[in-house]
């Protein structure tokens, strides 16, 4: 950034979406309530708008919607931190569950029509949010993969706000936070920011995961070309079939239908299927087992892993949302395998 230039932000505090975040930004942030003011005269004044970062992810001058396309995540220490009395407070709620020190856990986010049903803050054309319901999964899809996870003394915290359906497994290592009483956007935070993998259909909250450095898995989310590249994060989407013939999209063809809507979808004939248990089981399995031993490719995966890369990166658009790509970034390899030849063609 020149030297000559200053950034100042200011919160739109009826759509805050999480306290805690608001109070960590501003300890590291020049966030001042009056640069609202200055904000709206300024977009007054012609030329203003040059001036102007809007976070807005419907906005044009967002440029990259809050994707990190330098790398500066990874190259910048963070800043973002909890304050004694913060930290004390959730893990100390932590251990009420029966949380034991260096406990591994994973906090489990998968969005369902629950999810912005009581949202304040307006969709892009006022008409509420059900355009984009093809986001959403099913949480009992989920429950086999649970199992797994706390066979290994795995504990497993399923997060979210404002939630459906509630799980049926009932275990001590389980944590159906949604639905418990005491909840609070310092627990949102903390747990996010502190858990040893992150799985989630992409949702928001993932994100304070993804600023801590903390691994995540993408699984069941669309479209396939918004995957995050600048994180240890491994992707898993959910299927795109024509819906004619039922056969499924090939990854040209994945990218070329990147679409934000329902409608849109269906307009062009094509039918959205979630991954079923048996896939998302194999998925989380092989995410964990990469962060107890590593990433072990065989040639073949290799080999499939660069074929993916090659289509991705020959795409015009490709660096406008992807820059520096984290080395760690990548498809599931078990996802790759049970792909046709076709569908690298």
Partial sequence: MPSNVRHVYWFDKKNLSNLQWAKMVKRNLPVLNFFKYIDFWNKKIPGGKSHVLDSSAYAPVSMVCSRDVTGLYEKKKRNFSFL????????????????KEKEPFVCLIVRDQGYLQSSTIL???????????????DISEYELSIQWLIERGVRVIRM????????????ELVIDYPFLKETNDLLDIWLSAHCNLCVSTGTGIDYVSDVFRKPILFINFLPLIDFISWSNAMHVPKKLL????????????????????????????????????DEILVSIKECWEDLENGL???????????????????????????????PNARAGRNWLRSKQEEFFT
């Fill in 296 to 326: 072990n490719y065989t040639k073949r995966d290799l080999a499939l892993q660069r074929k993916y890369w090659k289509i991705l990166k020959s795409e015009p658009d490709f660096n406008k949302q992807h820059g520096w790509i984290h």
């Fill in 242 to 277: 024509w819906a004619d013939s039922g056969k499924e999209l090939s990854l040209r063809e994945n990218i070329n239908n990147s679409w934000g809507r329902n409608d849109h979808y269906s307009n062009h004939n094509i039918k959205i299927q979630n991954l079923n248990k």
């Fill in 160 to 171: 979210g706000k404002n939630m459906i359906k509630p799980l049926s497994i009932n275990h």
């Fill in 84 to 99: 004694e009395k913060e930290h004390t407070s959730a893990l100390n709620w932590l251990k009420s569950f029966g949380w």
């Fill in 123 to 137: 969709s892009p054309d006022d008409k509420g949010w059900g355009y984009h319901n093809y986001r959403n999964s």
